[in-house]
């Protein structure tokens, strides 16, 4: 019988497929048709593809009608399994199999992750859609093929429209935010929360809400009660600061200058933020504005040493639109500015390491691109500038602004206050101000002198060369030093997350905060030890091999890109496959670690007020860690078309020595080849070296706790924009004004679809390339005993 | 669509005195008093005529705040044409123009044409500053100076084509070196000793880099 299936099925090239959407709240159905190859496709693979094809974002349920003799008559019957599909292939399908959809309501998808662990919980989809998981390598060639010819069947866009780029996993919904609560309100699993945003967002509705999370607005571990009667506290704590210099501005005879100063700037450009915006039109006196100039007015006076800079209107702006009310807008921008006020400061040097990283970053993934820049004297990047200050918020249109901008804070770890978050640095009080009036601060150094100072001095290449070469030799030093004890230490470092089977949360509850850094660094210690060692290997190998991939074989389409499908086919031929032939199960366990860890380093920030070195690799390795293997394969799905764009734009990089060892090679030298980028990655650690030609070249990127200052995703973005107009710009031949001024013209019109989809891949690569020796020389290896002691 | 010569102008002036509003007056023909706060520096093109010859502005419009003053300073380099400009309903914003032309002079170029503007000529009821101020602050620097309004539009080509034309009467006396990018002049592409007669690329790219042409 079996057989007789088989022969029967495979002597079809092509079953064509009728799917009709029936839903319960729309009363016109929808029908879409298209063929597939009965022997590739299964279960699943139909599944994906009807999900696409209705865009259906919820659980749904397929039935089809059975033509089969066993029944009097055609009736519907469930479609559950690979089974009823062969089923429904042979006996049902001529002259074609009629598929029906049905919408579940959402209720009931997170029923079952309630009392589950938690990496279930944070991709949800994954097994459902991840179709290609399941093929053999050999399989996907052909399946690639049947797969174009189901897009075109499905009028899906070749070039890569908005289907390819849509978000890898739907928006959080209402109730699957409660799922990440428990009963008294707690959020229990932040970071699967910021996972799921950073996947797909929020809904609108769960921003005001959710947004105070991501925000880290709340301290760790409130209760729904508690973070209602918190966010009571700060309102109060607002209304008092901001009462202090209303009464001062309205009954005062003698106004602080200062309050003058801050008052005016603030007024005038309260006037020109986001007034398009429905929420901010109308009449200048407009409510709304009049709020937005309070929380600025408020932040400034109460924050001297930061005051009041244009952009800061930007970044509230979208806060108090989705918060709805001032104060809590006012808390969230306290919340927000924690973390960005550097980039305001006077010095300008958070500005001048973003954009330092930002060219490091360009270098490192489109060497060409950048020399083209240089040659056009456009290698300054200071046509970014916006991008970086409001956190490219103003380079999409506003509702598109709010979805990049959670995404963007979800890959953040953690970070929430540890007692309260506090709403003034220095309480502003008009009696002290008048006796010492404080002159308006005009500052003739400004932070943008220095940043601009810096990147056009940069643009100078001889400049930039004897820098460069400093750099080097001043990191190649760091490395040399550490190069005895600290070699392949990297590589466990790493592989920690990937290796240590020990769940720590239930470590992490018992552990006193004060402990928890010895625990971390116990945890290192025993990732170290033998029976972890081959996992690891694994891991490691594929890590840098993933990256050697990344940034050579131009000649290899799928080689090129980490992402793309044959990269699985290679890595099982190569390496363990009962360990890849179950993967889900293997990542779960590493996945739940991870997140467990990050938590209890997050308690070990509590007593110890810097970052531990080893935590942080585990914060970082997190957000997106969590999503490999799968997640790649997953992404390469929703992402397939726009690839071969992002293989050119990748391609030329790092020095020719790499790739002559790679080119042409098979995959048993592989390791070979890893091995010895893994020696040249030790000997320069990260940094610039020069190529012969004279150009800079970045051998290693900055770690993600350094990268773009802590936000490493905000470069990717950047970096991401920067490369989906390379082919415009150069097409153009774009001199530096021309292309300053696109990009202005691109102002809130970036596809915030396409863009985030390129940034999240490249920052998942990125995730997992070694930083062991960019952190070895930013950290004496002394700091890590001392925490160990 | 091909020039004659290629100007690149700089806006500057304290926050708030109208300088992106020039800008979409002259480019776009509009006034629109809701538009957003310059961050850094945003951009502008128009082609003009002077003596039939198609000449293409490039205007760059800075952020006027002190912080990110240096990015203005950036963008002198390379400039042939600065509007300089002052809100006459705010005194301070005139009291101002030393330091902004002293930045000026010290960051650009030394033939580089600046136009002193007193902008906001509509509000005459809230005047602050005299046009005769204006105009001997103008006489003692050596600037050619103009009242303008954006939202009127009073003015603002004016502004703007003089300025070209004062720019254009340097080159035809040999003052400016067109051949130096430096000077923010730039010679379109059916006059480069190549490309005579075509309309070549280049005209063709900065055409859309423009995108207001």
Redesign the interface.
Known sequence: MASGITTATSSRDAVRIKVIQHSHCEVDSQCCRFSVDPELTGYEVLRNLIARAFDLKGEFQTCYLARDDRFPEACWLPMLSDFDLEMAFIKSSDPYLLVKVELLSSNGTWDAVTNMDIPKLSLPDLPRNNYSAKLPGIFKEKMEKTLSIVQKALNWNEEGDEASFRPTRPPLTDSEFQQMLNRVGQLAHPKELRLCVYLGGLEPSLRKVVWKHLLNVYPEGLTGRERLDYMKQKTKEYEALKAVWQEHLNNDQQVSEEVKYVTN?VR??V???D??HSYF?GPDDNTNVQSLYSILTTYALNHPSIGY???M??LASPLLVTMRDEAQAYVCFCALMARVHSN?H?DGDAMTLKFQHLTEALIFYDIEYFSYLQVHQADDL??C??WL??ELK?EFAFEDALYMLEVLWSSLPPNPPEESLPLFEVPFNPVQEEKTPIPP???RQ????????L??QRSCVSNRSAECLAAILSRRAASVDCDGPETGAGGKKLSRTWSQPIDTSRVRVRVPSGETAINVDRIREESTSPEDSPTRNIRKIRNLREFQLLTKNKDSDCESNPASPCRDKKTLSNKNKEEYSKPLPVSCENKSNKSRRCFSDSDADVGVPVYSDGGEVDVWQNPVATLSPETDQHLQIVCQEEQPTTIQQLTPKVNGQHQSEVDGEGETTMTASVNSCEEVTEVTGWQVAMSASGSPQVHTMPPPEEFGGGNPFLMFLCLTLLLQHRQHIMQ???DH??????F??M?RQHNVNKVLAQARRMFETYLKLDFSKARSKNTPPSSTIDQSC | MSYAYLFKYIIIGDTGVGKSCLLLQFTDKRFQPVHDLTIGVEFGARMITIDNKQIKLQIWDTAGQEAFRSITRSYYRGAAGALLVYDITRRETFNHLTQWLEDARQHSNSNMVIMLIGNKSDLDSRREVKREEGEAFAREHGLVFMETSAKTAANVEEAFINTAREIYEKIQEGVFDVHNEANGIKIGPQHSPSGAGLTGNQGAAGGQGGGCC
């Open positions: 700037m005038k450009d006037l020109r933020t007034r398009h039109s800079c244009q952009g209107s930007d305001f006077i200071l046509f500038y916006r200050l409001l103003r601060p005009t500052p400004s932070h943008y002198d220095n940043v601009c100072a990147r056009r153009n031949k774009m004004n021309e292309l300053a001024m696109h202005d013209k102002v």
